[in-house]
């Protein structure tokens, strides 16, 4: 055995195989799979893909929901030595073919059911594996065939925005998902865990839940619905008996706020992705108690945690939250603009390295070789680190504190944006003469994007053709709740556009926008009052739509959590996607059928709300021979 292979995801997964064989690995509300069925799974499936001519070092994308077959397709392109790209069934058609045509991926793993819904998939220039036709097929006698991968091979891709207007997709090696479940310093992995796959499995927390289970000999419980509600996390916690949780910032806000008695039962709860509310956060640890409950900070280029802070008991609830110490593994420093050490106490750049770093940016060099440079402080072999662009301090304790962002790119629940992106590719799709995008801040932290725009005098931009667009061609975390219309841009003093400005604008363009009207039932009345509550809203008018009125998905829980109370089990969040009015919803619930008329016209804004907001971000791929290039 190769000494490189010791730091390889498939090394670990093959100890935890050995080990515990007939333990559960996966469990899901269709079947639950031992590690010894589920190393099978992933053996049938490596087969087919080798003969589609998967190889060392080949992309495969995985075109799947997320299920058992999915983790296990996982595994099969790492069997095979390549590496996995999720791509999300609910993306448009054409952005999953563009990134398969425009990146080479060697194959696409998907289902049955996916196929028949997308048919523009035979028109694929490469091989198109039925997970279910290669599950019938059965493993290869040569069981347990792995390829000879190492530490420092490919192992994923994950997706961030990009100025230009294309997601950066970072290229994560095996050591740097081993370093972050095995051997550190942040949380005790053991076999007795059970993690809920509850992130998307573009965004780069999954590492966490899936690698941190099936690598440490655990248990994973994977849920069906891609939207997870209050009720399937608690029914997750308390029936399933999950152990260990990680949710976003957002998330974590709205579950603390209205379901928090589940989080008792939790071993551990891991919450980040985004500036940390710290009302919520002493509110936690008072729940869950001292030594369980853990904010994790950290770009996806040092794959998924690089500090994170065990919170004590006597957190202050009106002071910003550290970002916490470096996990082990992991190197940090704060620099200046030339690259020199600031003195702690002092705000400076955070840099990052060690064994959880990327390999860098897919077929970017030049990119890679402005962010992944050179490490001034390493003794020996080369090394490189990650200028996060992220503004910290640290205290006579050795705890980080972040400040803010060099540049304009924010985070909203856990996921990071670049505006820039946003206005590029509305610019190619849209007739505009200039369009700025940024964040409208709510409450607790929370935010949505707004999109101001100055329309083509030739050319008038209609609320419609703006959300064609945008549910068109942007992943849905990126796509603005609002288009609000200017003549032109406020300035800075120095000409550039005054995004601060805009961004106030946006919040009192929103107040603005809700109107009142006399309802016709106290029951209208009553769901009036819980979307103001939810909203941050003084009034809304019985026919306005959820979403026009700058709710996002998360503030859809906090809705349906709300309405589980006072009618238990007759709506679903999928429901909710489909009565985005108030008076959609009283019908609903009142047994009443809502005028042909409206109805009609909210099923058309509820079908494209739903494509927007019930869809995960859209991971792209590319040739990973080509990551490094710095």
Known sequence: MHCGYLESVLYHFQISAALRPNHIAIRSTKESLSYAELDARAEAIRKTMAGAGVRQGSLVGILLERSASTIAAFLAVLKAGGAFVPLDPRSPPQAILNIIWHHKLACVVSDSATLLSMPQLGALPVPVIDVDTALSAGPSENHSIAAKVSGPDPACVMFTSGSSGEPKGVVIPHRAIVRLVKKTNYLPFSNDQVFLQSSPLGFDASIFEIWGALLNGAELVVPHAALLSFGDIASAIEDQGVTTLFLTSGLFNLMIDQRPEPLRKLHYLIAGGDVMSPAHVAKAVRLLGPGRFIVAYGPTENTTFTTTYPVPPDVPADKPVPIGWPITGTALHILDDNMRPIPDGSPGELYVGGSGLALGYLNAPEL????????????????????????????????????????????????????????????????????????????????????????????????????????????????????????????????????????????????????????????????????????????????????????????????????????????????????????????????????????????????????????????????VSSARGG
């Open 368 to 623: 890679t070789r402005q962010k992944f440079v050179n490490d001034p402080f390493a003794q020996g072999a080369e090394q490189c680190l990650y200028r996060t662009g992220d503004i910290v301090w640290r205290d006579e304790a050795g705890l980080l504190h972040f400040l803010g962002r060099m540049d304009n790119q924010f985070k909203i629940n856990g996921y990071r944006i670049e505006p820039e992106h946003v206005e590029t590719v509305l610019r190619r799709h849209l007739p505009l003469t200039d369009i700025a995008v940024v964040a409208c801040p709510l409450a607790d932290g929370a935010k949505h994007l707004v999109a101001f725009v100055i329309p083509d005098p030739l050319a008038p931009l209609t609320d419609a053709a703006f959300r064609e667009a945008a549910t068109s061609f942007l992943p849905p975390h990126m796509i603005p709740a609002r288009l609000e219309i200017l003549d032109e841009f406020p300035l800075t003093p120095s000409g550039k556009v005054d995004r601060s400005a805009l961004s106030r604008l946006a919040a009192k363009a929103r107040t603005q926008k809700t109107s009142s009207l006399p309802y016709t039932t106290a029951l209208e009345a009553a769901l009036a009052d819980l979307w103001c509550r939810q909203l941050r809203l003084e009034s809304v008018h019985a026919d306005q739509n959820f979403f026009d009125l700058g709710g996002t998905s998360l503030q859809l829980l906090g809705v349906h959590a709300e309405l589980e109370r006072l009618f238990p089990g007759q709506l679903s969040i999928r429901d909710l996607f489909d009565l985005p009015t108030i008076r959609l919803l009283h019908a609903r619930l009142s047994g009443v059928h809502a005028q042909d008329s409206t109805a009609g016209a909210a099923a058309q804004a509820a079908k494209q709300v739903r494509a927007r907001q019930s869809r995960v971000p859209l991971p792209v791929a590319s040739r």
